[in-house]
């Protein structure tokens, strides 16, 4: 590993810039830009105008710029005519700069040039204007509600819940557990409280967290589907997918369709194993059990998968997440980008303010293949805290540029909410978590060892291909020896934590400290790694049922049927024809407003939430091809850096995978992962 005093090139970004100098900030690049572009459109006629002296000048001051605070700029009539003339004249560009303008081009038409002049154009913009507000106000409704969740008593793994009780609108009180509707908190619950009732309460009440979304998804709907026909397109779906790789919003349903049949059988047989389980469990407690009537509901899923694991497979959950400590974990998997891709990555102290708080940890990142340049810095911000984002994401913090000859380096911030560390014990990382833990950072590296001219390709946009390279190195973990490699014994890390541990034993007086291996088994991570695909069917059938809820309300045939739908019991009885377990329709009649917390169309996935399942078929395709029973070869580590990663968001997405695959891709490596038929 390289020294860790060498000094970078540039400093880190900042994280503790406070709202009014924030700003301030921006007020005064908008300025900035909104004057250069007057000056461009005042100067450069389309008939003269060229890529050095009408893009260029353009690029060089937006890259400071954040997108929303430049949307003005993309309403310029005589600027988007300065643009057209450019795409549309035979200038001979490197293929970089001809894609530039392809996707700039593109960027003006989404904000409306491509309506005439009029009152058609200014209702788009109007629409435009409201769904940003929507959109907005449901994620902040969204944010707000994980603060929102129920007291309760008793029935909660100590482990998981040892630091709960407190409730920032309530008092104290001892024995109780409040329990937030946030992942950290549910899952847990979902997955090893064995009271029926607490995980429906749960389950629930989570679903319906936020009833204040339920108007603003479904006037956004409506919005979305007046602009697209605005704009000449049939629907919503129709003019999100025209420049994807999936081309249509006909073969998005096809492929849907295709999914669903293959995985169906697949699900029945998981379903009457988790079935089987529920009957012996309420016979044990000596409950009356009716064969015919007896459903899987959506709050037992995890907790008899977890169950069937533990049984057939031989392990405890709980011992295997001794082994993971967030910290340790995430140190191994800088161990493997660092051996793959020829990189370092080490761990700096902060100098004065750099970040928003003091459990954000900063890192450099260093080239040691081909030469020994600094690639940029990564955020790690991953326990929970009041006011923060409540799930798991990546974000690029700032892009990576060329600029006058000169770099300008990339930085990136993982956010989560995994369980804090305490006096006893480190943040440990149960089974899910893990895979968590493994897909974020993976986005990080993809923009960490992307290198563009322009900061607007950075990063990859179509959401078809984003998350096919974090979802392949999931499949590192699955590697036995690879996982046994990054493990270590939580007791092993400070005397604190081994005095601790072996309190937790609670042995009575004599009884002698059983040993405990610094890493996993082998055996055990075998046998963990043969879980890999255990319960997949019904997590397909989960994403193709919220696929395709996603596609139905943004492809209507006519703005009537957004109007008339029954949005709840639609989504309800999709989730449950799909995944085929039981909502709260099935056991107390009611409909559940899951659809107001799909975050999905409130993020940017709106008619792309398939992208998630078209990604594994891209990642598949990916690791069987690059890494498959040789997951640690440097050579392929490198191939895989420098043609699937490098070229970040600079060419098409198809050839960047047709690049690496050397084939057209296909679900043949999905389908031989899942025991399918190709």
């Excluded at 954040?66 to 003005?72: F, I, M, P, S, V």
């Excluded at 089974?431 to 960490?448: G, Q, V």
Aim: aromatic fraction near 12%.
């Amino acid at each position: 590993m390289a020294s860790s005093l060498r000094i970078p090139p540039q400093s880190p970004t900042l994280l503790n810039t406070i709202p009014t100098g924030l700003i301030e900030d921006v007020k005064y690049l908008v300025d900035r830009l909104t004057q250069d572009v007057d000056d461009l459109v005042e100067r450069v006629r389309p008939e003269d105008t060229t890529f050095a002296t009408a893009i260029l000048p353009f690029i060089k001051t937006a890259i400071k710029i954040y997108q929303e605070a430049t949307a003005d700029l993309y309403l310029r009539d005589e600027f988007f005519q300065l643009v057209d003339a450019v795409l549309h004249k035979d200038e001979q560009l490197d293929p970089e700069s001809q894609y530039y303008i392809r996707k700039l081009h593109d960027a003006f038409f989404q904000k409306g040039l491509g309506i005439p002049k009029g009152p058609l154009r200014d209702r788009y913009w109007e629409i435009q204007k409201n769904l940003g507000d929507l959109r907005r106000a449901a994620l902040r409704n969204l944010d707000d509600s994980g603060s929102r969740g129920l007291w309760f008593t008793s029935g909660f793994p100590h482990t998981d819940h040892e630091e709960l009780g407190s409730d920032p609108h309530a008092e104290r009180r001892s024995e109780w557990f409040w329990i937030r509707f946030k992942e950290p908190d549910t899952i847990p619950v979902l997955k090893f409280v064995s009271v029926a009732e607490t995980r429906r309460k749960v389950y629930m009440d989570s679903d319906d967290r936020c009833p204040e979304n339920v108007s603003i998804v479904k006037e956004m709907f409506v919005l979305r589907d007046e602009a697209a026909r605005l704009m000449g397109f049939k629907h919503h779906a129709a003019f999100m997918t025209r420049y994807k790789m999936v081309g249509n919003p006909e073969a998005v349903s096809s492929q849907l369709n295709i999914l669903r049949q293959q995985f169906q059988y697949r699900r029945d047989q998981e379903k009457q194993a988790l079935l089987a389980l529920k009957h012996d469990e309420l016979a044990d407690h000596g409950m009356p059990v009716f064969d015919k009537t007896l459903k899987l509901f959506s709050w037992d899923r995890l907790y008899y998968d977890r169950i069937l694991k533990e049984r057939d497979y031989s392990f405890d959950q709980n011992v295997v997440a001794d082994y993971f400590s967030l910290e340790n974990t995430l140190e191994g998997m800088y161990k493997i980008y660092s051996h793959i891709f020829g990189i370092d990555i080490h761990k700096v102290e902060p100098q004065g303010h750099w970040t928003v708080h003091e459990s954000v940890s900063v890192y450099e990142v260093w080239d040691n293949d081909q030469n020994t340049d600094f690639l940029g810095y990564l955020y790690i911000d991953v326990f929970p805290r009041e006011g923060k984002f409540t799930h798991t994401a990546h974000y690029t913090l700032s892009h990576g540029y060329n600029e006058s000859g000169k770099r300008h380096f990339p930085a990136n911030i993982i956010i989560a909410n995994f369980p804090p560390p305490t006096s006893s014990k480190p943040s440990l990382l149960k089974h899910e978590e893990l895979k968590r833990i493994f897909h974020e950072p993976s986005h990080a590296m993809h923009d960490l060892l992307a290198k563009t001219k322009y900061a607007r390709l950075h990063n990859s946009d179509d959401k078809d291909f984003t998350e096919a390279p974090s979802m392949m190195f999931e499949n590192f973990f699955w590697d036995a020896q690879y996982m046994r490699d990054i493990s270590c014994h939580y007791s092993i890390l400070t005397p604190e934590y081994a005095a601790a541990w072996r309190v937790s034993l609670e042995l009575e007086p004599g009884d002698p400290i059983p040993e405990v291996s610094a890493q996993i088994s082998l055996d055990l991570a075998t046998k963990l790694a043969t879980t890999k695909n255990v319960g997949s069917a019904f997590k397909t059938m989960s994403l193709i049922s919220q696929s395709t809820w996603d596609m139905l309300v943004h492809s209507p045939s006519s703005p009537e049927d957004l109007l008339h739908m029954d949005y709840a019991r639609t989504f309800n009885t999709m989730r449950s024809d799909c995944t085929g377990l039981a909502g709260s329709e099935a056991f107390d009649g009611s409909q559940g407003l899951g659809f107001s917390v799909f975050r999905a169309y409130m993020s940017g996935y709106d008619a792309g939430y398939y992208t998630y399942l078209l990604s594994q078929v891209y990642s598949y395709d990916l690791f069987y091809t690059g890494f498959k029973g040789d997951i640690m070869n440097p050579a392929k580590g490198r191939r895989y850096r420098y043609l699937v990663l490098q070229p970040g968001g600079s060419q098409r997405e198809k050839e960047t995978i047709y690049s690496f695959l050397e084939q057209e891709s296909n679900t043949k490596t999905l389908c031989e992962e899942h025991g399918l038929d190709f």
